[in-house]
């Protein structure tokens, strides 16, 4: 869509560039997520180390709270922004 309506990324308004930059920034917050505090604290729990598993679903509270926090400027700066 972006080529067919603006010929490539160069042509696009800004606001395109944030959102993109938006999402990018919620995919790499979710891998490091991923494969980060979840896979240690999957670790933890197997070995029955609660508290040490309690600290990491705490920094993936936080994470969450990031990325929710991101998606909802992106469907702000989606919804609001005039295209043309």
């Known amino acids: 869509m972006?080529?067919?309506?603006?010929g490539g990324m160069a042509n696009?308004?800004?606001i395109i560039h944030v959102?993109?930059?938006?999402?990018w920034s919620m995919f790499i917050i979710y891998a490091?997520?991923?494969?980060?505090p979840y896979k240690?604290?999957?670790?933890?729990?197997?070995?029955?180390?609660?508290?040490?598993?309690?600290?990491?679903l705490n920094s993936i509270r936080k994470l969450v709270?990031?990325?929710l926090t991101?998606?909802?400027?992106?469907?702000v700066l989606a919804s609001t922004t005039h295209f043309k």
């Open 19 to 23: 959102m993109q930059l938006t999402g």
């Open 70 to 75: 991101l998606g909802i400027l992106t469907i």
């Open 12 to 14: 696009t308004p800004p």
């Open 40 to 56: 240690k604290m999957s670790q933890l729990l197997s070995e029955g180390k609660l508290p040490e598993a309690a600290q990491c």
């Open 32 to 36: 490091h997520l991923y494969w980060g």
């Open 2 to 6: 972006i080529f067919s309506l603006y």
């Open 65 to 67: 709270a990031i990325n």
